[in-house]
Nanobody, 119 residues
Framework: QVQLVESGGGLVQPGGSLRLSCAASESIFSINAMGWYRQAPGKQRELVASITRDGITNYADSVKGRFVISRDIAKSTVYLQMSSLRAEDTAVYYC?????????????WGQGTQVTVSS
């Protein structure tokens, strides 16, 4: 079972930046993909960005050009650099690890970190 520990959330003004970190308990190479999801009050959880084991990234349209997902393989850590933050980015952000074994996907989640964008 993969354990994920997130950090880096907080309060930031509109237009500001934050970097989220997600440390995995296992090597990133043992995981098919890692990503960041977010859930705002009263809304469904949505994918923000993901990165595969091969380094292929994917972003939600709403964050393209503002957010960047990256990883440090040696530290088994994935980052989400968020810039030009908007009020609508306010949400709890969750780290996700997806592992596929024998064609069966297994999803693991972090505890979540609050990001609040407000003046």
């Amino acid at each position: 079972q993969v354990q994920l520990v997130e950090s880096g959330g907080g309060l930031v003004q509109p237009g500001g930046s934050l970097r989220l970190s997600c440390a995995a308990s296992e090597s990133i190479f043992s995981i098919n993909a890692m990503g960041w999801y977010r859930q705002a009050p009263g809304k469904q959880r949505e994918l923000v960005a993901s990165i595969t084991r091969d380094g292929i990234t994917n972003y939600a349209d709403s964050v393209k050009g503002r957010f960047v997902i990256s990883r440090d393989i040696a530290k088994s850590t994935v980052y989400l650099q968020m810039s030009s933050l908007r009020a609508e980015d306010t949400a709890v952000y969750y780290c996700n690890a997806r592992r596929v074994r024998l064609s069966t996907p297994f999803n693991y989640w972090g505890q979540g970190t609050q990001v609040t964008v407000s003046s």
